[in-house]
């Protein structure tokens, strides 16, 4: 029996010697592109990528462009080019909704495939995780969230809400000197992520010239079209053994019509909460029949009065008191 993962502090477990295994060959340093990719399997989370995530056709050339430059520089060192590692801090900017959150844990697994980050995982947080209320608070904060971070992704979203020049008081400024310092000193053990919507991330960036020289990457993620929501939305009810029925996927491509004409449309999120809204229609209208049998099919099945039940229809069909008959 081998050594177990934990013991109790204080105590000594006593353990029959166990001969050391002998020693592994090491595998021989790849040489091709292939090679790296079959040794680190970080073609398989762009495959999961590409499968996973509906559209996003630009952000997805650029994840592969920044994977191809990491295997590259993998195969360099392997032949003993020396050169600095690469710049790896990025920033996502983009209306919410648009996968940002997604890509980055997908980004922080493919680092780890090909061994630039230590661990793999990713830690999001947002202000109110760095910035603290009072003096002596926001350091504290700020170097606790580094910490958990190291050897892996920081994705810190909305993250012009660091810098409030307005108020004298703020502790803003503080968090971004210090991840600053950390960005440069200990880039090679954490890759920070920047996200929030593109015109206050642009101001942002204006604003604190030392984080934007210190951002390599830039990747823009657009609105999803109405053809990608209704494959979104047809993604998610799949996950949850649901689907649509005789016209409710035409109801629902109608409903986006409207809805992405409305504020605070949120793309994936926006589709998901209205997927969410239909499931509870649909279970009120089958509570009502108490007495009936339902089927899997019944259980399974959102109709299309379900989805036109929603009052985004009956705003739609409101006439505008502004308007002229």
């Known amino acids: 029996m081998g050594s177990p993962l934990y013991s109790i502090p204080g105590t000594v477990t006593a353990q029959a010697a166990v001969p050391a295994p002998p020693p592994e060959a090491a595998a021989p340093a790849a040489r091709t592109v292939q090679e790296v990719l079959a040794q680190s399997q970080a073609d398989a989370v762009m495959e999961e990528l590409e499968r996973d995530l509906i559209g996003l056709a630009p952000v997805k050339a650029r994840i592969r462009d920044?994977?191809?430059?990491?295997?590259?520089?993998?195969?360099?060192?392997n032949l003993g080019l020396a050169a600095q590692a690469p710049s790896l801090h990025m920033s996502f900017t983009g209306n919410p909704g648009t996968g940002k959150t997604t890509v980055a844990l997908r980004m922080a697994q493919i680092l780890f495939r090909l061994g630039y980050v230590r661990k793999g995982h990713l830690v999001a947080v947002t202000r109110d995780d760095l910035v603290g209320q009072y003096i002596g608070h926001t350091a504290p904060k700020t170097r606790e969230v580094l910490k958990r971070a190291m050897g892996g992704v920081l994705f810190i979203d909305e993250a012009y809400y660091l810098y409030r020049p307005e108020n004298e008081r703020d502790y803003g400024q503080e968090a971004i000197e210090i991840l600053l310092q950390v960005m440069e000193n200990q880039r090679d053990d954490l890759v920070v992520i920047l996200a929030g919507y593109k015109d206050r991330m642009d101001t942002f960036f204006r604003s604190n010239p030392g984080m934007s020289s210190r951002i390599a990457h830039h990747l823009d993620f657009p609105d999803y079209p109405p053809a990608d929501l209704?494959?979104?939305?047809?993604?998610?009810?799949?996950?949850?053994?649901?689907?649509?029925?005789?016209?409710?996927?035409?109801?629902?491509?109608?409903?986006?019509?409207?809805?992405?004409?409305?504020?605070?449309?949120?793309?994936?999120?926006?589709?998901?909460n209205a997927l969410d809204r239909a499931r509870l229609r649909q279970a009120s209208r089958l509570f009502a029949e108490r007495e009936r049998v339902l089927s899997a099919e019944d259980l399974t099945t959102i109709d299309s009065a379900d989805i036109r039940a929603s009052r985004v229809f009956h705003s739609a069909a409101a006439p505008d008191p502004q308007q002229k008959p």
Do not use: C, M, W
Not at 66 to 74: H, M, R, S, T, Y
């Open 66 to 77: 920044i994977a191809a430059l990491l295997v590259i520089d993998k195969l360099r060192t």
């Open 230 to 272: 209704l494959r979104i939305a047809d993604k998610l009810l799949e996950q949850q053994n649901y689907h649509f029925g005789s016209g409710a996927r035409a109801s629902f491509a109608e409903y986006l019509e409207h809805r992405t004409r409305q504020p605070h449309f949120a793309n994936a999120r926006s589709v998901r």
